[in-house]
């Protein structure tokens, strides 16, 4: 019995699921694939969240984190940030702690381990947040509250009227986080201040007009960071410069095919852990599509845009191992899964597939 314990470890990996939907309705998933098969399963639905559009888990997988995509949270202005208890199994067993994010429709969490801090970006709110995290692994009320700015570029004049802070996330190995901001066309750079848990404004790389930056990923060896913008479905590239805290524009590259001209939004993206391939998703094209990384600059090269087996997938994920992925298409509540050629980086779509209402977050 213990062998077959140890084996069904060895390759069954579980990962959770954010979804869309109101605080009554199971918007939490504990989901399980077979990383030697591809079979993918839901294990547990979890009620309590509501919006759950973004997650984040510690380093010891004992705490989920989650927004609470909302404009108001119990009579008060903004959304909020919950921690979820995990068990020893991974199984989702309560919320345990609930900070308002102080800005509109918070969309994307990220756990900081380092700094015990849990950093939030209010997109409609147009601002980000820091949550202390206490030594139970709880959020406290928010240390910082800073604007973006006042307006956006209104090259879009849609989405673009203000500031959407559309993702937070550290640089690697420094006390910087770099903001997505979609209405300003640029990445606004902070520090983090250690003791007090405040944000100071330390610099901005403006992205070409009209572009809509949504999501961030930093290359694993080279000092690059990929951006990808939603509104015109590109992806730049960024020299980043750790010490001075700044990033650079240095090559823009399309996320569609060359002929496709009609609707789409670009969503996320993702970098193997040898830095070779980078993915993206397409909502509209309906597609993935792979990048060849180059070895010395970072730069990018397409090599393939496939079909993503649904309807306007939004998140996706490298399962662990990097044999498969997995694509969340929002509006065909449908998880698919795809094998990944380690060699070539292309994707090959699967049979294997998971039912889930307004999947929007995978997290392992």
């Known amino acids: 019995m213990q062998n077959m314990e140890q084996n069904d470890d060895a390759v069954n990996s579980k990962f959770y699921v954010g979804s869309y939907g109101e605080q009554g309705e199971a918007t939490v998933h504990l989901c399980e694939i077979n990383t030697s098969t591809g079979e993918i399963k839901k ?85 980000v947040a820091v949550l202390p995290v206490d030594s139970k692994g709880y959020l406290m009320p928010a240390s910082a509250i800073v604007k973006n700015g006042d307006t956006g570029t209104k090259v879009n004049e849609e989405r673009q009227q203000g500031a959407y802070a559309h993702s937070i996330i550290p640089i690697p190995d420094t006390t910087f986080v770099a903001v997505a901001d979609l209405g300003m066309d640029a990445i606004i750079i902070y520090q983090l201040d250690g ?121 996706f994920a490298i399962v662990p191992g990097e044999k498969y992925v997995l694509v969340a298409n929002m509006k065909s509540g449908l998880i698919v899964v795809f094998t990944r050629d380690e060699v070539t980086g292309l994707l090959t779509k699967t049979d294997n597939n998971l039912e889930i209402t307004s999947p929007v977050c995978i997290r392992f």
């Open 195 to 315: 003791a007090t848990k405040q944000l100071s404004r330390h610099s901005v790389c403006s992205l070409h007009a009209g572009a809509g930056p949504r999501h961030i990923v930093f290359h694993p060896q080279l000092a690059v960071a990929y951006v990808i913008n939603e509104l015109d479905s590109t992806v730049s590239v960024l020299q980043v410069n750790k010490e001075q805290g700044t990033v650079t524009v240095v090559q823009t590259i399309s996320a569609l095919p060359e002929g496709f001209n009609a609707y789409n939004d670009a969503a996320d993206i993702h970098i193997t852990k040898d830095g070779r391939f980078l993915y993206s998703s397409n909502r509209g094209h309906n597609s993935i599509a792979a990048f060849a990384v180059d070895a010395e600059t970072g730069q990018l090269t397409a090599v393939q845009h496939v079909p993503s087996g649904g309807e306007l997938p939004r998140n």
């Open 43 to 127: 294990l547990q639905a979890f009620r309590g969240v509501a919006q759950a559009s973004y997650l984040s888990l510690n380093e010891e997988k004992t705490k989920l984190y989650a927004v609470q995509e909302t404009a108001e949270t119990a009579g008060e202005p903004g959304g909020s940030a919950v921690s979820l208890e995990l068990d020893t199994n991974g199984q989702l067993v309560s919320v345990t702690s609930q900070s308002l994010t102080h800005g509109d429709h918070p969309c994307y969490i990220y756990f900081w381990e380092e700094q015990q801090v849990a950093i939030v970006a209010n997109y409609s709110g147009g601002n």
